[in-house]
């Protein structure tokens, strides 16, 4: 493993994670003090995710045609400006243009796993994908810590303000310390600027434009489905996805009027997930698969966190800080390996010259998933407060399911020599 690039990476993406941390938790109360209604807020929530749908398989794909660096350079900025635009938002509609043009260049994350996977090989690629897992768990506990503190001391203007200047030293390490990992792409990309300078290019219809990403949208599909393995385990992370955020939409709800917490011990049961998911996706991981191999670790994690989702709200309404401690460690564990595992697998199981964009579905599947998820699990409170959960349950049935099926594809077969055999 080149470990001095991926340490760059690894340390820009946790500077974005900690900037996020610090204004997501934030959002719900700010928007309300702005006056909006409850269907402004969930489009205030929502957006980030929507805009991660979008543009996660664009920044993807145009990673593999210019080169990884130059997209993060780019949308590490666009981050940046985001978060500027966030401390003057003092209307609804402000607000929910600083969230989407955060979530256009939070989209990065696609290209930062195409970074991982050019610099790492088979052996070491779940292990560094857990250390982008690690990154979000310690953002998150970080983040909420550092934008709590802000907001009562300072307002909103200073989160946005901290969270940009985060954002902008992320640049700057970018800018001056990430080499390109994708050699051929960026051969290819002065190639082409050598021939056909950009100002010789005539302008085109937006409604063309339109078309043809739609089109490489279908044509992705195309390719992800032309592979058994890679299409169940893109189905796979839209199951998942959906059953984790379907249930963490009730769990403040529910740790508020059925557990009786205050907002004090909800931020210690955030924090405690996050430890343990940095515990694992920060190292554990690694030797956890050179012993079990990335197929059964996919299939336990799966049950892990069926037992973490399905008995939360079975729990004895005084047991949070006991049983529900219990229970909440198996989610942690559960998620902090299926996650990384299904995007290394991914990757281990795509063409190399494709695995940007592929690594970009994969996250635009995801994303769908976390537009979606709100919703389901909004409803299913309404209706019964155990139902989230016992969705959310089924659903990681579903999907160790689907692990199993994986087990008959060897990811032996897919290495350079033998890639064609693939599908």
């Known amino acids: ?35 909006a209604n409850p269907f402004m807020i969930g489009l205030i929530a929502s957006i980030f995710s929507i805009m991660q749908f979008i543009f996660s398989p664009l920044w993807g794909k145009l990673s593999d045609k210019i080169g990884r660096r130059p997209v993060m350079l780019i949308s590490i900025f666009i981050t940046a400006v985001s978060y500027l635009v966030f401390s003057q938002a003092s209307t609804i509609p402000l607000l929910i243009f600083a969230r989407g043009l955060s979530g256009i260049g939070s989209a990065n994350i696609a290209a930062a796993q195409a970074y991982i996977t050019d610099v790492t090989d088979s052996k070491n690629r779940s292990g560094a994908m857990g250390m982008i897992g690690a990154a979000f768990g310690i953002g998150f506990i970080i983040g909420p810590l550092i934008g709590g503190v802000l907001k009562h001391n300072y307002g909103i203007p200073m989160v946005g303000y901290v969270s940009s200047s985060l954002i902008a030293i992320d640049f700057i390490l970018a800018l001056f310390l990430l080499p390109e990992s994708n050699k051929q792409a960026q051969k290819i990309a002065f190639t082409f600027l050598k021939k056909r300078p950009l100002n010789s290019q005539p302008r085109r219809p937006a409604a063309l434009f339109l078309g043809e990403k739609m ?40 740790w508020k009027e059925y557990f009786m917490a205050t907002d004090e011990q909800i931020g210690y049961l955030f924090a405690y997930v996050g430890i343990w998911s940095v515990v694992v996706q920060g190292g554990l991981i690694r030797k956890l698969i050179k012993k079990l191999g990335e197929h059964r670790l996919f299939f336990w994690g799966h049950l892990f966190t069926f037992i973490g989702v399905f008995f939360v709200p079975f729990a004895p309404q005084s047991s949070l800080f006991s049983i529900g401690l219990v229970i909440l460690f198996f989610f942690a564990i559960g998620t902090s390996l299926v996650a990384p595992i299904n995007l290394s697998m991914i990757s281990l199981f795509s063409y190399k010259q494709q695995q940007g964009q592929i690594l970009g579905l994969s996250q635009s599947v995801n994303s769908f998933a976390r537009i979606m998820g709100p919703f389901s699990g909004s409803i299913l409170y309404g209706m019964n407060f155990h139902a989230p959960y016992i969705f959310a349950g089924i659903l990681t049935v579903a999907g160790a399911g689907i692990a199993l099926r994986l087990f008959k594809y060897k990811i032996e077969a897919l290495e350079p020599s033998t890639e064609a055999s693939n599908g």
Do not use: H
Request: no cysteine; charged share 10%; glycine share 6%.
């Open 215 to 254: 089109n490489e949208y279908v044509d992705g599909l195309k390719l992800t489905f032309s592979s058994r393995p890679i299409a169940l385990l893109m189905i796979a992370n839209y199951i998942y996805t959906f059953a984790i955020v379907n249930m963490q939409v009730a769990s403040i709800l529910l």
């Open 1 to 35: 493993m080149k470990r001095s690039p991926l340490v760059i990476l690894l340390l820009t993406v946790l500077l974005d994670l900690i900037g996020f941390g610090i204004v997501l938790p934030l959002l719900p109360t700010y928007a309300k003090d702005l006056g």
